[in-house]
């Protein structure tokens, strides 16, 4: 009698996050997020090219955004987390607010936020360090001044971005949901 070749049940690969890079401006989320989403193997989306015209040139002018000015940039960001749920993908957005990120989720809630904190004069100094970008280093005291921390139940991480880029890029990957 011979036995026969043991069944083994093949266990489905989860599919890969959708994960929103936050924080401040000029805390590297562009850096990062690019990185990440070459890490994982998934598309990369830069919140900013989500923005209409007119809200480039507000903060240009050194104007912070309003609710009424980040409505649709949110909903444009959220369209495109629920195009790739199932799929992956990593997006850059400051989603400063509790009420930002649950505008977000709304649309896609298996999103995952990775929260990019540091000491704002090493934010302005990496601002200052900045070439090309429309943000002018005076909208970060508005920023931090509306940061809203990640609430424990909210699904995401805190990740420290001292270090360079592919040090801040590998803990925020280790902190991944597996």
């Known amino acids: 009698?011979?036995?026969?070749?043991?069944?083994?049940?093949?266990?489905?690969?989860?599919?890969?996050p959708v994960v929103v890079v936050m924080g401040v401006?000029?805390?590297?989320?562009?850096?990062?997020?690019?990185?990440?989403?070459?890490?994982?193997?998934?598309?990369?989306?830069?919140?900013?090219?989500?923005?209409p015209a007119a809200n480039i040139a507000k903060m240009s002018a050194g104007h912070?955004?309003?609710?009424?000015?980040?409505a649709p940039w949110l909903d444009a960001i959220a369209a495109w987390a629920t195009e790739r749920t199932g799929l992956g993908g990593v997006v850059s957005c400051s989603a400063l607010r509790r009420r930002y990120r649950?505008?977000?989720?709304?649309?896609?809630?298996?999103?995952?936020?990775?929260?990019?904190?540091?000491p704002p004069e090493l934010i302005?100094?990496?601002?200052?360090?900045?070439?090309?970008?429309?943000m002018p280093p005076g909208l970060l005291r508005s920023q931090l001044d509306a940061l809203e921390?990640?609430?424990?139940?909210?699904?995401?991480?805190?990740?420290?971005?001292?270090?360079?880029?592919?040090?801040?890029t590998e803990r925020a990957y280790a902190a991944l949901p597996r």
Not at 102 to 118: K, S, Y
């Open 1 to 16: 009698m011979t036995a026969e070749p043991a069944q083994h049940q093949q266990q489905p690969h989860p599919s890969p």
């Open 25 to 51: 401006s000029g805390s590297g989320k562009s850096t990062v997020g690019g990185l990440l989403a070459e890490r994982l193997g998934v598309p990369y989306a830069e919140a900013d090219d989500f923005h």
């Open 64 to 70: 912070p955004l309003d609710d009424t000015d980040r």
């Open 102 to 118: 649950d505008r977000l989720r709304a649309a896609a809630p298996e999103l995952f936020f990775l929260h990019l904190d540091g």
């Open 124 to 134: 302005a100094a990496r601002m200052q360090a900045r070439m090309e970008h429309f």
């Open 149 to 168: 921390p990640l609430d424990p139940d909210e699904a995401g991480a805190v990740i420290a971005i001292d270090g360079g880029p592919q040090q801040i």
